[in-house]
């Protein structure tokens, strides 16, 4: 699983790919930018739920 850092660094590439020639932020960065923040909060919660889980495990 990639860290969140590591996807927010991907994002920020491709946002910066996509805005290559254009000199404002459009809908193709605020949708890669809304999918970044929709994959770190699954990730959190994933990791969330792998603590519960082994804190389960453990008792």
Aim: net charge negative; aromatic share 6%; charged share 25%.
């Amino acid at each position: 699983m990639l860290e969140n850092y590591n996807i927010a660094n991907a994002a920020f590439m491709a946002i910066g790919a996509s805005k290559n020639g254009r000199k404002m932020f459009d809908v193709r960065d605020l949708i890669i930018y809304q999918q970044v923040r929709q994959i770190a909060m699954l990730q959190e919660k994933i990791d969330e739920l792998q603590h519960r889980l082994d804190a389960m495990n453990e008792n």
